[in-house]
């Protein structure tokens, strides 16, 4: 007889006042990558997404590593739902229920960047360089402290000196954000690598 392993979730405040960081003792994700949708429709290749935005106070949902961040309506508390939220969350990955295509997902990505047209080629050499030293840095000194307050970050472009990421999960539309990047992060790459002199959001 094979036994279940039971699963825990608990429940972590974030900077952000109406997002809450669920983390788990299982793999969310198990390739890395963090996944944000705001609607049902987005949600299309993630099961547990899909029955998150059956509560109807559940605004997005990002699904990262070993932890779901959940963002709701400005007009609601946390104090409220959280236990609600946290017991069905517990309910659905003990019962082994689909979380997410993450072929479909990485597959769906591919076919948008295809789609995204007249994006200039990297020059050859040092800019492709420079990306890879700035997603180097973000994944290493950055990420882990996003993570930690339940967010994502992820490089999104670097042209004359000022890097623009994309924030997720708690990150997004948190109002302590802004001083994230100008204060945290762009001091990271200030002495790391001082070609990125400004850092903002998409």
């Known amino acids: 007889m094979i036994m279940k392993i039971p699963i825990t979730i608990y429940a972590e405040m974030t900077p952000n006042p109406n997002a809450m960081k669920f983390v788990g003792n299982l793999a969310i994700v198990s390739n890395g990558e963090a996944y944000e949708f705001n609607s049902v429709e987005e949600a299309e290749h993630s099961p547990l997404a899909r029955v998150l935005f059956t509560f109807p106070f559940i605004k997005s949902v990002m699904l990262s590593q070993n932890f779901v ?7 609601l508390s946390w104090d409220d739902v959280v236990m609600e939220v946290r017991e069905y969350l517990t309910n659905y990955l003990q019962a082994g229920q689909p979380i997410i295509d993450e072929k479909a997902m990485v597959d769906l990505e591919t076919k948008e960047e295809d789609k995204t047209e007249f994006t200039p080629l990297p020059k050859p050499g040092q800019v492709r360089d420079i990306d890879k030293k700035i997603e180097h840095i973000l994944k290493e000194y950055v990420s ?12 999104e472009s670097f042209e004359d000196g000022e890097l623009k990421v994309r924030l997720s999960g708690a990150c997004n539309g948190c109002p302590s954000s802004t001083q994230t990047l100008q204060y945290g992060v762009q001091n990271i790459f200030q002495k790391l690598l001082p070609q990125v002199t400004k ?3 998409v």
């Open 144 to 155: 882990p402290a996003v993570e930690n307050d339940g967010g994502a970050i992820a490089f």
């Open 199 to 201: 850092v903002t959001s």
């Open 69 to 75: 961040t959940l963002t709701i309506v400005d007009t």
